[in-house]
């Protein structure tokens, strides 16, 4: 998530440079096609361009609003998470055992843990492969889930416990079975009361709440029928585009003087700026649209949950505590 003031003109030029690349080629082509004896004269009328436009903004528009609609409800998710692991770490030093209450906390922990490296397993619709978002990563920022591996990370919180843990095909969801077997077993040895193990177990119930709202999130794209159509009506308007804009500037030509000898070929700069809009917007969209992949606008729950870490830990009374991590590049992951 991008947490600084604003994106510098020149990272999102670089970012977005290809759309421009691709526009200065078709209005070559427009002009060529224009001028060329073989083809001279040669337009796409701007009532048919003037129309394509109004439904690619329409339909941009609405993948845009619901892509923002998927970021934010991942958002919330996030902030419940967080909202109930204070709750649980409070419960458990409160009314359990220094050593159980440790273990506890530390196992909620392995949970966030593999929850996240489960959040960032690449997808087959995610953007985060496209050339220009690998190069802004690689440029810019980075992932904690590139660094480590869910095996050592799992290792530091739970010990021996942790072989069992990554030998099933959903650890984060064993490591809420284990939660609620202990809890049980807590009861049933009288060392909590009834009310305390309600709360607890209410805690438990809004863990699994939580990851199957992020995991429908992760596994189930921006429905591809929308996302597709966007692009291509995108690509079909400005591939269209400079045709339909090349005459009005040829028309410009007949007033004569410096104006005259260069308005035709004033049609690739003003193609190139409104198609780079156009495409900006689409690859905006496609790029926000999966908020778990790691990309610069996704929900930074590395730092979400390092965050969360140190303060239960903290609350545990260790003091050996994990760094936070700051935004890099103001981009925090």
């Known amino acids: 998530?991008?947490?600084?003031?604003?994106?510098?003109?020149?990272?999102?030029?670089?970012?977005?440079?290809?759309?421009?690349?691709?526009?200065?080629?078709?209005?070559?082509?427009?002009?060529?096609?224009?001028?060329?004896?073989?083809?001279?004269?040669?337009?796409?009328?701007?009532?048919?361009?003037?129309?394509?436009?109004?439904?690619?903004?329409?339909?941009?528009?609405?993948?845009?609003?619901?892509?923002?609609?998927?970021?934010?409800?991942?958002?919330?998710?996030?902030?419940?998470?967080?909202?109930?692991?204070?709750?649980?770490?409070?419960?458990?030093?409160?009314?359990?055992?220094?050593?159980t209450a440790r273990q506890l906390v530390h196992r909620h922990l392995a949970w966030l843990t593999a929850l996240r490296f489960a959040l960032r397993r690449p997808m087959p619709w995610e953007s985060l492969a496209r050339a220009?978002?690998?190069?802004?990563?690689?440029?810019?920022?980075?992932?904690?889930?590139?660094?480590?591996?869910?095996?050592?990370?799992?290792?530091?919180?739970?010990?021996?416990?942790?072989?069992?843990?990554?030998?099933?095909?959903?650890?984060?969801?064993?490591?809420?079975?284990?939660?609620?077997?202990?809890?049980?077993?807590?009861?049933?040895?009288?060392?909590?009361?009834?009310?305390?193990?309600?709360?607890?177990?209410?805690?438990?119930?809004?863990?699994?709440?939580?990851?199957?709202?992020?995991?429908?999130?992760?596994?189930?794209?921006?429905?591809r029928q929308y996302a597709i159509i966007s692009s291509m009506f995108m690509m079909i308007f400005c591939t269209l585009l400079p045709f339909g804009i090349v005459p009005v500037f040829a028309e410009m030509g007949k007033l004569g003087g410096v104006l005259g000898a260069i308005a035709i070929w004033l049609t690739i700069p003003f193609s190139a700026l409104l198609g780079w809009v156009y495409m900006s917007l689409d690859l905006v969209g496609e790029s926000s649209a999966n908020p778990f992949e790691g990309g610069a606008n996704d929900v930074p729950i590395s730092q979400i949950c390092r965050d969360i870490e140190i303060e239960l830990r903290r609350g545990l009374g260790e003091t050996n505590l994990p760094k936070p991590l700051p935004a890099l590049n103001d981009i925090a992951t």
């Open 1 to 99: 998530m991008y947490v600084g003031r604003s994106y510098r003109l020149l990272d999102f030029a670089l970012w977005s440079r290809r759309s421009v690349i691709y526009m200065v080629v078709v209005s070559g082509l427009a002009i060529a096609a224009y001028r060329l004896p073989g083809t001279s004269g040669f337009s796409v009328p701007w009532s048919i361009v003037l129309v394509l436009g109004t439904t690619v903004s329409l339909v941009a528009g609405f993948k845009n609003s619901q892509v923002f609609t998927r970021a934010n409800e991942a958002l919330q998710a996030f902030s419940q998470i967080t909202a109930s692991s204070r709750l649980w770490s409070g419960f458990c030093r409160d009314f359990t055992d220094a050593a």
């Open 132 to 223: 220009a978002n690998v190069e802004f990563r690689r440029r810019r920022y980075h992932i904690q889930e590139d660094k480590t591996s869910l095996a050592d990370e799992l290792r530091g919180l739970l010990g021996e416990e942790a072989e069992n843990v990554l030998k099933s095909p959903q650890p984060a969801t064993a490591l809420l079975d284990m939660q609620l077997t202990q809890v049980n077993g807590l009861l049933k040895s009288t060392s909590i009361p009834p009310q305390i193990y309600s709360e607890l177990t209410k805690l438990i119930r809004d863990f699994h709440d939580q990851q199957a709202r992020c995991d429908r999130i992760k596994n189930n794209p921006y429905p």
